[in-house]
């Protein structure tokens, strides 16, 4: 047992594991709540639920928070709500893969701004090819939605957004700032669901698979990232889950039966690889910006 809690296959496969359930939850929550409730209604689901269970477990209520620190969980909050909404909805005419390979380009943007070298802007012009590869001028698979397209950006956006609103509680624990900024993220959306869906979200089985999709997409790889965080380097962590978009996009597959084209997974290893390459030549920074999902996006990242 000591072995195998010393095994430096642990944290590898505690990420690749946070990757495959985030994912899979994902699917499960397109598949299972979007015919029901849309996707507002299936975001109000997922972050409410996992800000419950998130409050309950760290129970932040009993460190005290300063006002400045208060209103930067509030931007960071509203922030991933905004990302998490606009993602599924990306979701709605996007296939899974495609939309997570859109979207990883606001972490890579924002971690190429803050180094400003010369190979970092080759990182961001290679995943600049990948998005002209899927741009919706025609596929063999068919071209893709624009409008779709434009939310997955705008969700990259405000994941950008996020690491950068991230750095400033980057001092408190994710003990305060993953239960409260999900909080904050649960008040912006959960009306926005409730106005959309009504009184179908709280049909007693649309309310249980919501509660499934929260435990499989955010508590599990949660807790599995948490583990890995601890026991793995920045960019080994960085460089891993770049692999956000490639599993996506196989899961989607064998659960959504999404067939993509040849140049569209030509399209999200590029955008993969440029992502990689960015976390392995980081420079050392006081707070990384490398494009990493981080454990409170597990809530709302593949959104």
């Given at each position: 047992?000591?072995?195998?809690?010393?095994?430096?296959?642990?944290?590898?496969?505690?990420?690749?594991?946070?990757?495959?359930?985030?994912?899979?939850?994902?699917?499960?929550?397109?598949?299972?709540?979007?015919?029901?409730?849309?996707?507002?209604?299936?975001?109000?689901?997922?972050?409410g639920f996992a800000a419950m269970?998130?409050?309950?477990?760290?129970?932040?209520?009993?460190?005290?928070?300063?006002?400045?620190?208060?209103?930067?969980?509030?931007?960071?909050?509203?922030?991933?709500?905004?990302?998490?909404?606009?993602?599924?909805?990306?979701?709605?005419?996007?296939?899974?893969?495609?939309?997570?390979?859109?979207?990883?380009?606001?972490?890579?943007?924002?971690?190429?701004?803050?180094?400003?070298?010369?190979?970092?802007?080759?990182?961001?012009?290679?995943?600049?090819?990948?998005?002209?590869?899927?741009?919706?001028?025609?596929?063999?698979?068919?071209?893709?939605?624009?409008?779709?397209?434009?939310?997955?950006?705008?969700?990259?956006?405000?994941?950008?957004?996020?690491?950068?609103?991230?750095?400033?509680?980057?001092?408190?624990?994710?003990?305060?700032?993953?239960?409260?900024?999900?909080?904050?993220?649960?008040?912006?959306?959960?009306?926005?669901?409730?106005?959309?869906?009504?009184?179908?979200l709280f049909t007693p089985s649309?309310?249980?698979?919501?509660?499934?999709?929260?435990?499989?997409?955010?508590?599990?790889?949660?807790?599995?990232?948490?583990?890995a965080l601890k026991h793995l380097?920045?960019?080994?962590?960085?460089?891993?889950?770049?692999?956000?978009?490639?599993?996506?996009?196989?899961?989607?597959?064998?659960?959504?039966?999404?067939?993509?084209?040849?140049?569209?997974?030509?399209?999200?290893?590029?955008?993969?690889?440029?992502?990689?390459?960015?976390?392995?030549?980081?420079?050392?920074?006081?707070?990384?910006?490398?494009?990493?999902?981080?454990?409170?996006?597990?809530?709302?990242?593949?959104?």
């Open positions: 047992m000591f072995a195998l809690r010393s095994s430096p296959w642990l944290p590898v496969l505690a990420i690749f594991g946070s990757i495959v359930f985030l994912c899979t939850g994902t699917s499960w929550a397109k598949h299972a709540l979007f015919p029901e409730v849309g996707a507002q209604g299936t975001t109000a689901l997922r972050l269970l998130m409050l309950l477990f760290w129970r932040p209520w009993r460190t005290t928070v300063t006002k400045i620190d208060q209103r930067s969980i509030a931007l960071y909050g509203s922030t991933l709500g905004l990302m998490c909404l606009s993602f599924y909805l990306a979701l709605r005419t996007l296939p899974f893969g495609i939309a997570e390979a859109i979207a990883f380009v606001g972490p890579l943007t924002v971690a190429v701004w803050s180094s400003r070298r010369a190979l970092d802007f080759a990182w961001i012009g290679l995943a600049i090819v990948g998005l002209v590869l899927l741009l919706p001028w025609g596929h063999d698979a068919g071209p893709l939605d624009p409008t779709g397209m434009a939310w997955a950006a705008l969700s990259g956006t405000c994941w950008g957004c996020y690491i950068v609103f991230g750095k400033r509680v980057g001092h408190l624990p994710i003990s305060i700032t993953a239960p409260l900024g999900a909080a904050v993220a649960a008040l912006v959306l959960v009306p926005v669901g409730v106005a959309h869906s009504g009184p179908a649309i309310l249980l698979t919501g509660l499934g999709v929260a435990l499989v997409s955010s508590a599990i790889p949660i807790s599995l990232e948490l583990f380097p920045k960019q080994a962590f960085g460089t891993m889950t770049s692999m956000e978009p490639a599993v996506a996009a196989m899961l989607a597959l064998m659960f959504l039966g999404e067939v993509l084209s040849f140049s569209q997974c030509v399209a999200i290893g590029l955008i993969m690889l440029a992502s990689m390459g960015t976390a392995l030549t980081a420079q050392v920074r006081p707070i990384s910006t490398m494009p990493s999902p981080g454990p409170l996006n597990k809530i709302a990242s593949s959104a």
